[in-house]
């Protein structure tokens, strides 16, 4: 297992940091949250013009040929800016695709959503049933799913393909703390859906595109988020003396930076395990969900404390990485499920 950047994979990660520093802009983010939660010129230009929303998928189906160390790559720069984007729907849906979508199937949906035609979203129902195609499901907390054009409903080891536009297909949205991912109930009552040729490596595909997304976010809004502060304990004079240079204040900082390079090895040994196969990769894909949820929260919860008065206003962007964290805390399972499924694969029945 290689844990050093290949040359093209160091040029990704400069390429996309330099693509949403200078295109995720806090304004659009906070303009996009008054609508659907999706900044979609920025969703087009991310599939056109950078064109790494192939990225997961092999080139022979249209997509980037390139894995999920680099998936995450991207998202862990989309997380720094929390960049009103559908990435994690996006990623999950093609991975579950390509992993178990039938040649139909991944020539019918995929070159839509690599262009950006089509948002897609993961829709986990509890139960589905399902008479000769006509399906009853209701799915909740579906992340964009109020905007989304295509749904991968799944339950236990099957998953269905749905069109935004089938007869009986209706989506609530809702307003919920991270309005730059806004959620949704999908409810299905006769819908037409297609029933995707491999329901378990579909779903299991999707759930370790989402673990990783979420978890190199995660990394990338920490990351800003200690960033963001040490500036300001640069610039901010208390008692004649820079914020930064207190004892109490410092020891705050270290420990961020040391929890966040815990949690960066954590993204690429997950995105690494994946790629190559390794037995370790489901262990890797859930400690980094655990590691890297709490770190963010934990980062973001400091820059809002350290920043004073100002870090709980409106106008300072420290609320959206403290919303964001929070909500990556409680999608596709807690921290503390995550720790659970881990003792379980160490200790088995002990756990």
Request: with cysteine; net charge negative; proline share 1%.
């Given at each position: 297992m290689e844990f050093?950047?290949?040359?093209?994979?160091?040029?990704?990660?400069?390429?996309?940091?330099?693509?949403?520093?200078?295109?995720?802009?806090?304004?659009?983010?906070?303009?996009?949250?008054?609508?659907?939660?999706?900044?979609?010129?920025?969703?087009?230009?991310?599939?056109?013009?950078?064109?790494?929303?192939?990225?997961?998928?092999?080139?022979?189906?249209?997509?980037?040929?390139?894995?999920?160390?680099e998936l995450a790559i991207v998202a862990e720069s989309a997380g720094a800016q929390v960049a009103a984007i559908p990435l994690l729907?996006?990623?999950?849906?093609?991975?579950?695709?390509?992993?178990?979508?039938?040649?139909?199937?991944?020539?019918?949906y995929l070159p839509r959503l690599i262009a950006g035609e089509m948002i897609a979203a993961y829709a986990a129902a509890p139960a589905v049933e399902d008479k000769d195609g006509a399906i009853n499901a209701v799915a909740q907390f579906v992340a964009h799913g109020a905007a989304a054009d295509l749904f991968l409903v799944a339950s236990g080891d099957r998953a269905w393909m749905v069109e935004r536009g089938a007869e009986g297909v209706m989506v609530e949205g809702h307003v919920t703390m991270d309005q730059t991912r806004p959620l949704a109930t999908l409810t299905l009552s006769g819908a037409t859906g297609e029933l995707l040729a491999d329901g378990a490596a579909?779903?299991?595909?999707?759930?370790?595109?989402?673990?990783?997304?979420?978890?190199?976010?995660?990394?990338?809004?920490?990351?800003?988020?200690?960033?963001?502060?040490?500036?300001?304990?640069?610039?901010?004079?208390?008692?004649?003396?820079?914020?930064?240079?207190?004892?109490?204040?410092?020891?705050?900082?270290?420990?961020?930076?040391?929890?966040?390079?815990?949690?960066?090895?954590?993204?690429?040994?997950?995105?690494?395990?994946?790629?190559?196969?390794?037995?370790?990769?489901?262990?890797?894909?859930?400690?980094?969900?655990?590691?890297?949820?709490?770190?963010?929260?934990?980062?973001?919860?400091?820059?809002?404390q350290l920043h004073g008065g100002i870090g709980f206003t409106w106008e300072h962007d420290a609320h959206l990485y403290f919303k964001r964290a929070r909500s990556i805390l409680s999608m596709l399972g807690s921290s503390d499920w995550h720790r659970q499924q881990i003792a379980g694969a160490i200790l088995g029945d002990a756990a």
């Open positions: 050093v950047f290949t040359e093209e994979q160091t040029m990704i990660a400069e390429t996309v940091r330099g693509f949403f520093v200078e295109n995720a802009s806090s304004e659009r983010t906070r303009k996009a949250m008054e609508g659907e939660g999706i900044d979609r010129a920025l969703w087009s230009a991310f599939c056109t013009e950078l064109c790494l929303s192939g990225i997961g998928v092999p080139e022979e189906m249209g997509g980037a040929g390139l894995g999920l160390l729907g996006h990623a999950m849906v093609a991975r579950a695709l390509v992993a178990g979508g039938s040649a139909q199937q991944q020539a019918h579909g779903v299991a595909a999707a759930e370790q595109a989402g673990w990783l997304v979420l978890s190199a976010e995660a990394l990338g809004a920490a990351q800003q988020a200690l960033d963001t502060t040490v500036a300001y304990a640069k610039e901010r004079v208390q008692f004649g003396r820079a914020i930064g240079s207190f004892q109490a204040y410092k020891h705050r900082l270290a420990d961020i930076m040391v929890a966040i390079e815990q949690a960066r090895s954590a993204v690429y040994w997950a995105g690494c395990a994946v790629d190559e196969g390794s037995d370790e990769a489901t262990l890797a894909l859930h400690a980094a969900k655990a590691f890297c949820g709490d770190t963010a929260f934990m980062a973001a919860g400091n820059m809002v």
